[in-house]
């Protein structure tokens, strides 16, 4: 006679044979991972979710967690590590500036903000960016670096028209500016903006890549217009050159500044310095705002301006107690030098094409689940019919980091540093997760909070 198996049991032994099944399973309840994770849960604010794996080392393009298992990372901290995990050089140089100064306040003068600066205005005007740079602002993340180009553009249009009514600021649906309220209220987003209403007032929402709407929207009243070059967290929207161009004619005509977020998309993620290289410069932004790769990790932003702009600025008008510390400041010296190589552009350019390739091969293998490739450089989105979430599940328990943007997308921004190797071991992983989800869709639960934009539900 058979002994009925309890659902315990059978839960156990299902448990086990995937687990055994799997090159990086992620860890189970009863797992040390688990078990520190709920020690700490209690004392954080729950501001994400994060899928099992606590990740405790990185070098190059892989991550390793806590359990050991080891992950390429196709993520890089959200297109922050563009020289992968633990640079050498990097470590080296926190290490010596550590021992030497850290932090003096902006009270006094340090050897590093200054250098910085410097560097950033001249490799910009290098690169044929921005034609016009002249200063910097360096803040602490691309949020602050956004505020700072709120605040600058609103102080232009104060002096642009005495009357006080030129203070209206335009960006665009499926922007991503930041969390902080200034930044916030340039990100058009009900989902995020609600909890938080009222939000700051003379914001105007358009639509990306709208051109015969730009008239309206941009009025004598606009002092400036916030806007990515490539919306990474919308959904790896790429703007139409045309699109930039009408809206620097417009702001041309209206007196208002124009700002690229280039948080994301800037330093040489798209295989030029800034996203916007490949413009004329008659498509230039008056300020441009950084994070992310500058600090490669470390928290550092920057917001580059004119001359127009700059000396509109006076003492006293903003400010920040830990931007252009000489650590920060110093560590994204030696990362702005590196990115800025044209070697390493040209390799980028190399590497999109490899992912090009292997996206065509994944979209004759899945027809009816791949139905675009977005992007530039290595800034790339594969549009889905589907919620993505199960395939970034699949793929982790493989091994492979992958994170979401928009409405059923899935982003690639990995380090640049990327080999041609690593790229083909993602893509062979990328495939496989993609298979298990197609042939068994219900046996795999989505991973949730893999964007900061995520859509209700997830």
């Not at 994060?50 to 992950?71: F, H, Q, S, V």
């Not at 250098?115 to 002249?134: I, N, P």
């Not at 001359?307 to 702005?336: M, Q, S």
């Amino acid at each position: 006679m058979a002994v009925p198996v309890s659902s315990h049991t059978e839960k156990l032994s299902q448990d086990i044979s995937r687990e055994a099944s799997l090159p990086t399973p992620d860890p189970p309840s009863d797992s040390s991972t688990a078990a520190m994770v709920s020690g700490y849960a209690p004392f954080m604010v729950a501001t994400y979710v994060r899928p099992a794996p606590i990740m405790i080392k990185g070098e190059g393009c892989y991550l390793w967690d806590m359990e050991n298992r080891r992950y390429l990372d196709f993520t890089a901290g959200i297109a922050v590590n563009a020289l992968g995990h633990c640079d050498s050089e990097m470590s080296k140089l926190l290490r010596q500036q550590s021992q030497t100064l850290v932090h003096c306040s902006n009270l006094y003068h340090n050897a590093w903000t200054g250098e910085l600066s410097k560097l950033l205005v001249s490799k910009t005007l290098e690169s044929g960016c921005m034609q016009g740079a002249s200063k910097v602002f360096v803040c602490n993340s691309g949020s602050e670096a956004n505020e700072a180009a709120i605040k600058f553009a609103r102080k232009v249009g104060k002096m642009r028209d005495s009357s006080g009514e030129k203070f209206d600021l335009v960006s665009f649906q499926n922007s991503f500016h930041g969390r902080t309220m200034g930044s916030l209220s340039a990100t058009p987003n009900p989902k995020y903006q609600k909890p938080f209403a009222p939000m700051i007032p003379g914001f105007k929402y358009g639509t990306y890549n709208d051109e015969s709407s730009i008239k309206e929207l941009i009025t004598e009243k606009t002092c400036g217009v916030l806007v990515e070059p490539i919306q990474g967290e919308g959904g790896v929207m790429v703007a139409n050159a045309s699109f930039l161009q009408a809206l620097r004619d417009r702001c041309n005509e209206v007196g208002a500044v124009l700002v690229y977020d280039e948080v994301q998309c800037g330093l040489s993620r798209t295989g030029t310095f800034w996203a916007h290289g490949s413009l004329p410069a008659s498509a230039h932004p008056d300020i441009l705002t950084t994070a992310k790769a500058l600090g490669n990790g470390f928290p550092i932003g920057a917001t580059i301006v004119t001359e127009e702009v700059a000396k509109c600025i006076v003492t006293g008008d903003h400010g920040t107690t830990f931007g252009g510390n000489p650590l920060g400041c110093r560590l994204a010296h030696y990362i702005v030098t590196r990115l800025s190589e044209a070697k390493l552009q040209k390799e980028v350019l190399e590497k999109e094409q490899l992912f090009r390739e292997g996206f065509a091969k994944l979209q004759a293998m899945f027809p009816d689940l791949i139905t675009e490739v977005r992007g530039r450089g290595l800034i790339l989105g594969l549009q889905l019919t589907q919620d993505p979430t199960p395939i970034v599940t699949a793929a982790r328990e493989r091994g492979l980091l992958v994170i979401t943007a928009g409405t059923n997308t899935l982003r690639f921004v990995p380090p640049l540093i990327v080999s041609p190797q690593e790229i083909q071991e993602g893509l062979t992983i990328l495939g496989e997760a993609m298979k298990v989800v197609m042939v068994n869709p219900e046996s795999i639960d989505g991973t949730k909070g893999q964007q900061e934009m995520a859509p209700p539900g997830r």
